[in-house]
């Protein structure tokens, strides 16, 4: 196969995954970025002493990473590390529980018998029952173009449609959850699996119960010197293998001709390419660098995934009782959700995520103190008063945690640094901040995300979270390796 001319928009994780793979193939790739640094959300910043990872939290199938290694045929311990983790997170309840998820299996649903009313065999079978759902459509779902005849003829397919009415699709997850634990506690605990592709336990179908086997069955990972190092390691990986890298280039139009790529314009320049791949959010690529093309209006006007108001936290103190990832529960669970995915204000005491990676790397509190990534889910941003957000939020988290930890924290925190989904959405285009692309909030969902290509343009495609098959660092990884598949068979 000869090899192409290939131009890459953005280099968020997908994009850079996409341009390792294509420059494995034999392409010339060069990857066209507006800020002046890769990874898109999933970066860092350090200040005052403190080392924070801004973006994605939890590190979960990292062989997708590792399979980045090996088409380039480098070693992964040359670049990146990491270790598994003993126990997934703590979880805090309103009543006083505290619950620690054991990564192992058996671990996991002996103490969740002890903790919560829940039989140990009933959880296992739960369990089982998220792998089962994983192994009949990852292939189909996950692996593969949704969009393309080839992937519906397959023994798996079949499979998988065979066994439609085990996968709970016309139920939702929180329905589901009910049915089968009586402990609310418990059902709070998995509904929250929801969140980690941005869509409410009370609307996405209970498919999504499948999200646990992914965190229980295949564990839950630290990377070593934080999750940014997953963007250094890719960064450096592909630079090493050729790819070209131009940052602060903005790009401001995909050109084509007779319904087929030319390349870009960047500065009032046209750069020419044989194909172009956009890592950018699909909303602003047709809305401000397709605007000669018809967009796929139903598609684009999908309701957004969540958000999420971050603080970013210098503590003075350090908390033997939290590990590196820690939730705290709200007492009442759906209605936080009813505020959030109904657009209206986040409630007065939202669920709280607290991230503290210098639990496992020292040098990234000053001795004696933690950096906190405290975080809680909130709407895409449609112009809501962020400013009056912000404050009675940070005032209710902070209630919230010194109330569970019996600590003051607000005369802790001697740094501070806030993310919102106006800032999420300046920093990385990700139309109204939105985190996942779509909300996965109905059962077609997977079906209504945008292809990773464009049938009407040739030699245009698309990666990242906004497209198929998602966001998330696993998915985004794999929406690369779908491109990359397509772009090797059409040429």
Request: a positive charge.
């Amino acid at each position: 196969m000869k090899g192409k001319t290939i131009i890459i928009i953005g280099s968020g994780i997908a994009g850079m995954a996409t341009a390792i793979r294509l420059r494995s193939q034999g392409h010339e790739v060069t990857v066209f970025e507006s800020n002046d640094y890769p990874g898109g959300k999933l970066t860092a910043f350090s200040a005052d002493g403190y080392r924070f990872d801004m973006g994605p939290s939890l590190f979960t199938m990292p062989h997708f990473v590792e399979d980045l290694f090996k088409v380039t045929g480098k070693s992964t311990e040359d670049y990146f590390a990491y270790k598994k983790k003993d126990t997934v997170c703590n979880y805090f309840y309103e009543d006083g529980t505290k619950f620690s998820a054991s990564a192992n299996i058996e671990s996991f649903a002996e103490d969740a018998s002890n903790t919560f009313n829940v039989d140990k065999a009933a959880l296992l079978e739960y369990l089982n029952k998220s792998k089962r759902k994983y192994d009949l459509t990852s292939s189909l779902f996950l692996e593969k173009s949704l969009h393309k005849v080839g992937t519906y003829l397959s023994k798996d397919t079949l499979k998988a449609i065979f066994q439609m009415g085990s996968l709970d699709i016309s139920t939702t997850l929180a329905e589901l959850n009910r049915s089968v634990f009586k402990d609310e506690r418990l059902v709070q605990f998995y509904n929250r699996f929801a969140t980690y592709n941005g869509s409410s336990p009370y609307k996405t179908p209970g498919i999504m119960s499948m999200i646990p086997h992914l965190e229980q069955y295949f564990g839950t990972y630290f990377p070593k010197g934080g999750m940014h190092s997953i963007t250094q390691s890719l960064f450096q990986l592909s630079k090493d293998i050729g790819v070209v890298y131009q940052f602060n280039k903005k790009v401001e139009e995909i050109v084509t001709t007779n319904n087929k790529v030319l390349g870009i314009n960047v500065g009032g320049q046209l750069v020419k390419s044989d194909i172009v791949v956009s890592n950018s959010d699909v909303v602003p690529t047709y809305r401000r660098l397709l605007p000669k093309h018809k967009s796929p209006e139903k598609i684009l006007k999908q309701p957004r995934s969540s958000s999420a108001l971050i603080f970013y936290w210098g503590i003075n103190k350090k908390f033997p009782e939290l590990d590196l990832h820690n939730i705290f529960f709200s007492d009442d669970y759906e209605i936080e959700f009813d505020h959030i995915f109904n657009k209206r204000q986040v409630c007065n005491d939202p669920t709280v995520y607290i991230n503290i990676t210098s639990k496992e790397e020292e040098s990234d509190a000053p001795k004696g103190c933690e950096n906190w990534f405290t975080m809680i889910n909130v709407p895409s941003n449609i112009g809501q008063d962020w400013d009056t957000i912000i404050a009675e939020s940070r005032k209710h988290i902070v209630k919230k945690l010194s109330r569970l930890l019996n600590e003051d924290i607000q005369s802790l925190i001697e740094f501070e640094s806030v993310l919102d989904p106006r800032l999420i959405e300046s920093k990385t285009q990700s139309y109204q901040g939105a985190l996942y692309g779509a909300s996965s909030n109905n059962k077609y969902a997977a079906f209504l995300r945008h292809p990773n290509f464009k049938n009407s343009i040739k030699n245009l495609y698309f990666c990242g979270g906004s497209v198929h098959p998602g966001g998330g660092i696993p998915l985004c990884l794999l929406s690369g390796k779908i491109v990359s598949e397509l772009i090797m068979k059409k040429n």
